[in-house]
């Protein structure tokens, strides 16, 4: 499976965006998905993930913020990121995992990895 993010740019604090990941393989329906995101000097953290059947999981600090869906006829997953704040501002990754439990999901355990796509909030 590869995954290309893209959909990132300058926002202001409170605006929204949608990042979108492509996804090509024939077997993407199969897959966990999911968003990481990271920030200069921090490590990649979970954001949230979408299972095969369409499960969704977030991490607490951006569940009442954050949407994932994913469209298995078009190979994409999307993450919707409302009321943005300057927090928010980070490199954001699309991820691909077989198997895990989205709960368990962390940085160390995925199988494949998009590029990320920059996101900055200004205040």
């Known amino acids: 499976v590869q995954l290309q993010a893209s959909g990132g740019g300058l926002v202001q604090a409170g605006g929204s965006l949608r990042l979108s990941c492509a996804a090509s393989?024939?077997?993407?329906?199969?897959?966990?998905m999911g968003w990481f995101r990271q920030s200069p000097g921090k490590e990649r953290e979970f954001v949230g993930a979408?299972?095969?059947?369409?499960?969704?999981y977030y991490a607490d600090s951006v569940k009442a913020r954050f949407t994932i869906s994913r469209d298995n006829v078009k190979n994409m997953v999307y993450l919707k990121i409302e009321s943005l704040e300057p927090e928010d501002t980070a490199v954001y990754y699309c991820?691909?995992?077989?198997?895990?439990?989205?709960?368990?999901?962390?940085?160390?355990?995925?199988?494949?990895w998009g590029k990320g796509t920059q996101v900055t909030v200004s205040s």
């Open positions: 991820a691909a995992n077989w198997g895990y439990r989205l709960s368990t999901w962390s940085s160390k355990n995925m199988d494949y």
């Open positions: 979408v299972s095969s059947g369409g499960t969704t």
């Open positions: 393989g024939r077997t993407f329906s199969g897959y966990g």
